[in-house]
Each structure stands twice: as C-alpha cells, then as structure tokens.
C-alpha cells in the first residue's frame, strides 16, 4: 500500500521557517521524482520544488527560489522541503508528490503551513 505522509506544517511568524517532511512507504522511493506542491485558497495547485530521482537535482518555483531547499533521504524514504524566510503568501495546504509516469504519480494528503504575525 502506497503512502505518504507530510509532517511539520503550522502557524509561523512572517520571516520564519518550517521544515516539511514527506515519509514514504510501498513503492521504491530511490526511482521516484518528489516534488512538493502547493495550494492557496481559491488558487490552483502550483508545483514548489522538485528532486530528481537519479542525480538529485532540483528546480524550484521563482517565488521561492533561494528561501526555500528540497532534499531527499533515500535511506529513510523521505523528502523533506526546508522553508526559510517565509512569506503570508506562502500560506497554503503544501502536498508531497511522488511520479515515476502517469502511472505511478501518487499524492500525500497534505500539511497546513500559515504565514501570519
């Protein structure tokens, strides 16, 4: 049974930080691509950041570019999403994505993060 499970979301002042994590379980994580994506209210689900399976290597969205850093553990089977600096209009329901194709393109079930003073 595929799962994946988003933790660390909350209620944080403007300029804090947040470290989301995304665990995993019943499918090879190693050979997915993880991404975290987000989405405001009244907003369309936007793609935050991205790690390749194979090299590790990343893409960011451009509003979050050099605040926020995706990584992952293969080890552990987790992604993690370090956000720093962060914004009020960060705030949103952020959702871990694990995609090999179509096929396999599974969704955790999300984690509130609120900006707000």
């Known amino acids: 049974q595929v799962q994946l499970v988003e933790s660390g979301g909350g209620l944080v002042q403007p300029g804090g930080s947040l470290r989301l994590s995304c665990a995993t379980s019943?499918?090879?994580?190693?050979?997915?691509?993880m991404s975290w994506y987000r989405q405001a209210p009244g907003k369309e689900r936007e793609l935050v950041a991205r790690?390749?399976?194979?090299?590790?290597?990343?893409n960011y969205a451009d509003s979050v570019k050099g605040r926020f850093t995706i990584s992952r553990d293969n080890a552990k089977n987790t992604v993690y999403l370090q956000m720093n600096s962060l914004k009020p209009e960060d705030t949103a329901v952020y959702y871990c994505?694990?995609?090999?194709?179509?096929?396999?393109?599974?969704w955790g079930q999300g984690t509130q993060v609120t900006v707000s003073s």
């Open positions: 019943g499918f090879t994580f190693s050979s997915f691509a």
């Open positions: 790690i390749t399976s194979a090299t590790g290597s990343t």
């Open positions: 994505n694990a995609r090999r194709s179509s096929w396999y393109d599974f």
